[in-house]
């Protein structure tokens, strides 16, 4: 069973250390591709770098909220939910070690995270763009690649949007 953790409470049970392992072993099983170059491995260190202040930033936002997976006592996964204005709500990272992937914490955090932002609500996220498995399991969600918007970074990115609940 996952246990949800929210703000300082999760910040305290995880440590700088650990979100930023967690959040390299996430990205090294999901991000990287055979083609990419040394300046695709950068932007992915990168990602790594900004994971801790970025999971400290959001549990003391108000217009953030950083939630933290643990299993058995093991941290698991994260997620950050962002509210930049009133109809521009982003699920802004999700993060699950690879050996809690296809358990349901992905779904659990994804849950939550949509829950704060408001599940009848539109929301987007970004998506690497040739993980077709983290696209797949978006879609369980209502996410849509948007195919107007293209993020075109070091690591192309898909806008994948969810239309407000009905």
């Known amino acids: 069973m996952t246990e949800l953790l929210a703000g300082a409470a999760a910040l305290a049970r995880t440590g700088p250390d650990a979100i930023a392992a967690l959040t390299e072993a996430a990205t090294r099983a999901t991000y990287y591709a055979d ?3 040394g300046e695709h491995h950068a932007a992915i260190r990168r990602v790594v770098e ?8 959001a549990a003391a936002s108000a217009h953030q ?14 997620v950050i939910a962002t509210v930049h204005e009133e109809d521009d709500r982003e699920l802004d990272w999700l993060m699950v070690h690879p050996d809690f992937h296809g358990t349901g914490v992905s779904a659990d ?15 987007w996220l970004n998506v690497v763009e ?28 898909h806008v994948m949007r969810r239309p407000p609940s009905i």
């Open 130 to 157: 040739h993980n077709a498995r983290a696209i797949r399991f978006y879609r369980r969600f209502g996410f849509e690649v948007d195919p107007k918007t293209r993020l075109d970074r070091a690591i192309p990115l």
């Open 35 to 37: 083609w990419m170059t």
């Open 109 to 123: 955090l994804m849950d939550a995270g949509m829950a704060w932002l408001g599940s009848d609500r539109p929301m």
């Open 65 to 78: 909220h950083f939630i933290a997976a643990f299993v058995d006592g093991r941290f698991a996964g994260y």
């Open 50 to 57: 900004i994971a801790t202040p970025s999971c400290e930033a």
